[in-house]
T-cell receptor, first 110, second 115 residues
Framework: QQPVQSPQAVILREGEDAVINCSSS?????VHWYRQKHGEAPVFLMI?????EQKGHEKISASFNEKKQQSSLYLTASQLSYSGTYFC???????????FGAGTRLFVKA | NAGVTQTPKFQVLKTGQSMTLQCAQD?????MYWYRQDPGMGLRLIYY???????DKGEVPNGYNVSRLNKREFSLRLESAAPSQTSVYFC??????????????FGDGTRLSIL
């Protein structure tokens, strides 16, 4: 099953923070996060493995709650370059394919 | 280093025509994937190949076939194109099978329109 992302879209001013959530109805082994700019290919941001770890990438970090089968992506002090669509991808225990959510469109304005 | 290369970048077909989308990677990755992307639907997995010589169905395999020609190349074929297959197709690859949690590297996509 496709993971559910929320919100579907968000508009920020430069410097504001945002949280994007990803939840699955199945047990998760890992969660991937990607960003896609309009007309381009998705680009890898980070992967979180089960164990509840939190990772960071510049001012973008993420957490993974294995028990709740949820992950959240945190964007702090947003920049114009953060605009794009963010996808989470989930790998279920025992499988090696990644299923992506429908995406969250993020727009940062000056 | 080219990464993942997809050809063609754009294509227009008529209903019923056949077409093969090509994908090649130069990163020595074992696993390769085909996705389609439609507005509001995200990336949906069509087929994947965990390693050379194996292929498996993803979420939306109907109407498609794949061939893992060798370790580098993974092609997607539409035997009889339908308007519902109008989409952007992405190929991706990742590190060796068995290592769960490997990032996927995507090609630039093929924009396919079927009239």
């Amino acid at each position: 099953q496709q993971p559910v992302q929320s919100p579907q879209a968000v508009i920020l001013r430069e410097g504001e923070d945002a949280v994007i959530n990803c939840s699955s109805s199945k047990a998760l082994y890992s969660v991937h996060w990607y960003r896609q700019k309009h007309g381009e290919a998705p680009v890898f941001l980070m992967i979180l493995l089960k164990g509840g770890e939190q990772k960071g990438h510049e001012k973008i970090s993420a957490s993974f709650n294995e028990k709740k089968q949820q992950s959240s992506l945190y964007l702090t002090a947003s920049q114009l370059s953060y605009s794009g669509t963010y996808f989470c991808g989930t790998e279920n225990t025992g499988g090696f394919k990644t299923i992506f959510g429908a995406g969250t469109r993020l727009f940062v304005k000056a | 280093n080219a990464g993942v290369t997809q050809t063609p970048k754009f294509q227009v077909l008529k209903t019923g025509q056949s077409m093969t989308l090509q994908c090649a990677q130069d990163m020595n990755h074992n696993s390769m994937y085909w996705y389609r992307q439609d507005p509001g639907m995200g990336l949906r997995l069509i087929y994947y190949s965990a390693s050379e010589g194996t292929t498996d169905k993803g979420e939306v395999p109907n109407g498609y076939n794949v061939s893992r020609l060798n370790k580098r190349e993974f092609s997607l074929r539409l035997e009889s194109a339908a308007p519902s297959q109008t989409s952007v197709y992405f190929c991706a690859s990742s590190k060796p099978t068995g290592e769960v949690g490997q990032p996927q590297h995507f090609g630039d996509g093929t924009r396919l329109s079927i009239l």
